[in-house]
């Protein structure tokens, strides 16, 4: 059956929206908007472009923004892809292009607000203040309650992630605060990216990684409709470029999504179960020879050996040095690597030769039976037959062989590395077989596969190079590449010596002292919030003493929505020992109600960014930045002079903020401080941000050899400042083709050093197997999936996903364009799926209100039934953008099932992420 997308003409639009006749004033900038546009219409208008960044999506797209000036007012309006971008190539999604309505949002935060004396958290009480008052609050709060700077945690959001890091790192150390819970990290980057960064090396695939969809001939989704259907730009278009030109789109999913429905095929595979199928293919590609030799030779650590200890435990050979070996082809001579090379095929004397995938057979090394990493994976994947697959899946066997003899024999072909990984103990394992899947093919760095950014590349490049010459890298959040950066945060915030009153972050404490008693515990808990509860309840300890958080900086962020589950974060903030909350943001979002003040930030319209950056996960290289394009219209305040003003508040350590920043970023801290003061004689607001600007565009200047005035006429006639295109930067920067990638020993990784590292500190589950493997999946309580009971007539298997016009857990819906859209296709899109074989036994019908029960935690909410055959008859889908709870934002709230309200607290062993789709439900008529 087809996806229909019912059409939207302007008259169905006002209809369904209300916006009709009055009721289009919410559609204005201010209430009389439409008026006063009628009445000036022969007024003479000034049209002006400026260019800027999208705030909707961590896809970062360039904007192009046309705003109007009418008798001294300027607005903004109309936005639309930046013609000049190579990364979304002048497209823009409906979230970006409806972006202008965050900044006039009538919702929006227009001044500080601080606690109505005598109210709770939770009740959304606040008065108006001025920024003076707020700051003096949180001073004297801080002050009288005696909160030590390991007391803070902060909670950064994903929307601003990649422009708040910057100063938001710089924050924590010059102030001494070891605790940040960084919402894409528990979800995506490390949940699920960090499978894929474990083979390729990078950090975050997110951020990193674009496949050329462009020039795919095949194109196998798993897990994944975020990144077509979401949607991301930069994704997209070239996704539909490739179908265009003929490539071939299979989609394993559940439910027939906007990805699905624009595919070849549609594989309706149970949930969670995604891995089981990539293993069985996996095994095809690598017993049957469909996979490309040449490349696993030279560019992996395939051809390593590998001996099982006596423990039976996957150790690498090496030398006393630490240095791999190899077999020769065809020989049984042995031969040493270098330890850190992207290049095989020659060994530590400079001799040439083809390493080997298979030893001979009964092969041994001084008494010890010794089998390459290529042998010792196909043993793993024995058992697992197309035959093992299908019981699991649901996907017929021969399909499965299908598919494999189809990706195998295609080139080039692409397995998408897939987004929010936050489902299933066994996603990260998931993502690390596609990506192994993709390395098999050769198709990375190349026409048609995966692909690294220009940004990457350029890190990467400088990184080896000061490897190559023995000296430091400066600025490690600006330079470093992949899993070295990712080192560097760990051990940053892991270690309690990095602090002079000696605190590691609370999450590593909690779980080392879990460790300790024998208990469940994650090993790489990182900016993750596994132990933040027990922190604020006391059961953390720090030697003997409770290692309390008793106050809250959140930035951008909605834990409250987008962590599971919401009574678990409304608990934490609402808490007895917690003396003080403050949050940055623009909307007033469901965690709002939980905090004492509330500072308000400008929107992405109303900002000169404070620096400039590398054009996100662009194949070209380029810079861009942000451009106000009008004035900010409250009194909202930016992100950088915020940090730097509650650091004057909580430490004092200004200076130590503005050397933190340099060391990390590279921002010159002195010439910082001189604009910052020439900037305070005449700027009331942002002082602080346009002096980082003013260093940021000079530095880069001096690095192009050019002049900042140069940069800023291209960057405002063009918003975007080309270095150097993808074909020039593959040429002498493909990885791992022309230098090593950024992974342990600078191959990709089939046998993972870091799993390897994490068993040897006695981390034994099956999420840190050194190989692919089988990780079971326990939907039902005690029981794999494999061998679970049938399904109760009334009960489900949950999933849940993203719209394409609402970012996950955001505050954007309250959009008046976009939630027209939503109320035009509530059915769709607030309406629980099910499928119409298990809705008539149940005596649903569309639109019936239903009652939704967790069979593991009790936990329940209400929705309405959207009967469709596009979903398999196992599962109940809801997407997640829905279900507001705080009435501030009136275009939104109580709409749609919040699926934070039956998601149960509980996470896997190696980065505390979330299961959040590990159980079923029961439903029935409310």
């Keep these: 059956m087809a996806w229909s997308i019912p059409r939207l003409s302007r008259r169905a639009f006002l209809k369904t929206s209300g916006y009709g006749a009055a009721g289009l004033t919410l559609l204005s900038p201010v209430s009389n908007a439409v008026k006063n546009a009628m009445a000036d219409v022969d007024d003479e208008v000034i049209e002006e472009v400026s260019y800027s960044i999208c705030n909707f999506c961590s896809s970062v797209c360039n904007l192009k923004v046309t705003s109007h000036t009418r008798n001294g007012e300027k607005r903004v309006v109309k936005l639309d892809g930046n013609p000049y971008s190579t990364l979304n190539r002048g497209k823009i999604c409906a979230r970006g ?35 003076e008052e707020a700051y003096e609050y949180i001073a004297k709060k801080s002050q009288t309650a005696e909160i030590k700077p390991w007391e803070w945690t902060m909670v950064g959001g994903w929307t601003s992630c990649v422009f708040y890091m910057s100063w938001a790192v710089p924050f924590a150390m010059a102030n001494e605060v070891p605790n940040i819970v960084a919402s894409p990290m528990q979800h995506c980057v490390t949940t699920g990216h960090m499978g894929t960064d474990l083979v390729t ?53 559940p439910r027939r999504s906007e990805t699905g429905a624009k595919a070849d095929e549609w594989l309706q595979i149970k949930p969670g179960t995604d891995l089981a199928f990539l293993l069985a ?17 030279k560019h992996t650590n395939m051809p390593f050996l590998a001996y099982r200890d006596d423990a039976g435990e996957l150790q690498l050979l090496t030398d006393v040095e630490g240095r791999p070996q190899v077999l020769v082809e065809g020989t049984n001579e042995v031969r040493t690597l270098a330890a850190f090379t992207n290049d095989n095929t020659v060994d530590i004397e400079g001799n040439a030769f083809t390493p080997a995938l298979l030893s001979p057979e009964a092969y041994s090394l001084d008494g010890r039976a010794v089998m390459t990493v290529f042998e010792a994976q196909l043993q793993e994947l024995a058992s697992y037959t197309p035959e093992w697959a299908a019981d699991i899946t649901g996907i017929p066997s021969q399909t499965i062989v299908r598919i494999a003899h189809e990706f195998g024999t295609t080139r080039p072909a692409i397995i998408d590395p897939g987004w929010h990984g936050a489902r299933y ?35 990467a490049a400088h990184m080896y190079e000061a490897m190559e010459h023995g000296y430091e890298m400066g600025s490690p959040l600006a330079t470093l590449a992949g899993m070295a950066f990712a080192k560097m945060v760990i051990g940053a915030l892991s270690n309690g010596d990095n602090f002079s009153h000696g605190h590691p972050g609370w999450a590593w404490a909690w779980n080392a002292q879990e460790k300790a008693a024998g208990r469940f515990n994650v090993a790489l808990p990182v900016m993750t919030e596994s132990g933040l509860k027990e922190s604020v309840e006391g059961r953390v300890k720090h030697g003997d003493e409770p290692y309390l958080t008793r106050a809250f900086l959140i930035n951008a962020s909605n834990p409250v929505r987008h962590y599971y589950p919401d009574s678990r974060w409304k608990e934490t903030l609402s808490h007895e020992n917690v003396e003080l909350v403050v949050m940055i943001e623009v909307l007033p979002s469901d965690t709002a109600p939980y905090a004492d003040v509330i500072l308000p930030n400008t929107t992405y319209l109303e900002r000169d960014e404070p620096t400039i950056y590398g054009n996100g996960v662009n194949h070209d290289q380029a810079l861009t930045t942000r451009y106000a394009a009008i004035p900010p219209l409250y009194d909202t305040e930016e992100t950088a002079d915020i940090l730097l003003k509650m650091t004057e508040i909580i430490s004092g350590n200004t200076q130590v903020f503005h050397e933190w920043v340099e060391k990390l970023t590279g921002l010159k801290a002195e010439p910082i401080k001189a604009v910052l003061e020439r900037n305070r004689q005449t700027m009331k607001k942002g002082a602080y941000q346009l002096a980082c600007r003013e260093v940021a565009f000079a530095q880069t200047a001096e690095r192009l050899g050019v002049t900042p005035e140069h940069i800023d006429e291209v960057l405002r006639a063009k918003g975007v400042y080309h270095e150097q295109d993808r074909e020039h930067i593959l040429d002498k920067h493909a990885m791992p083709w022309r230098m090593p ?4 020993c600078g191959r990709v990784e089939f046998f993972s050093s870091l799993m390897r590292q994490l068993r ?47 970012s996950h857990a955001s505050t954007n819906n309250n959009n008046p364009v976009l939630a027209a859209i939503n109320e035009f296709k509530s059915d769709v899109y607030k309406g629980v799926w099910i499928h119409p074989e298990r809705a008539e036994k149940l005596g649903i019908a569309m639109g019936d209100a239903i009652q939704i029960t967790n069979t593991q935690s009790g936990q329940h909410a209400g929705g309405h039934a959207y009967v469709t055959r596009l979903i398999h008859p196992d599962v109940l889908f809801i997407y997640s953008s829905f279900g507001v709870e705080n009435k501030a934002l009136s275009r939104t709230h109580g709409d749609g099932t919040a699926t934070s309200k039956l998601i149960p607290y509980q996470v896997e062993p190696v980065v505390a992420g979330f299961r959040s789709q590990e159980f079923t439900v029961r439903v029935a008529r409310a």
């Design 201 to 253: 090396g990078n950090f975050n695939i997110h951020d990193e990684m674009l496949p050329d969809f462009d020039n795919a001939k095949y194109i196998l989704f798993v897990g994944n409709n975020a990144s077509i259907g979401g949607v991301s730009t930069c994704r997209m278009v070239r996704f539909a470029q490739g179908r265009k030109k003929g490539a071939k789109i299979v989609v394993l999913d």
């Design 425 to 459: 103990g066994s996603v990260m394992m998931l993502r690390r077989v596609q990506a192994m899947i993709q390395a098999l093919t050769g198709g990375l760095d190349r026409t048609g596969g995966w692909m690294n950014s220009a940004e990457v590349h350029h890190k």
């Design 741 to 744: 990638v950024p992974t342990e």
């Design 760 to 806: 040897n500190d006695g981390h034994l589950e099956p999420n840190f197997s050194v190989l692919a493997t089988w990780i079971p999946v326990k939907l039902r309580s005690g029981s794999p999936q494999e061998v679970a009971a049938p399904l109760a007539k009334d009960e489900f298997y949950f999933t849940y996903g993203k719209t394409p016009t609402v």
């Design 281 to 297: 293919m996996m095994r095809i590609l690598m017993e049957e020879g469909l996979y490309d030799g040449v490349f696993l030779r």
């Design 97 to 131: 292009q409806s972006g202008l309505r965050q900044t006039y949002d009538t919702d929006r935060l227009k001044t500080p607000l601080i606690r109505v004396e005598g109210s709770k958290r939770g009740e959304y009480a606040f008065r108006a203040a001025s920024w």
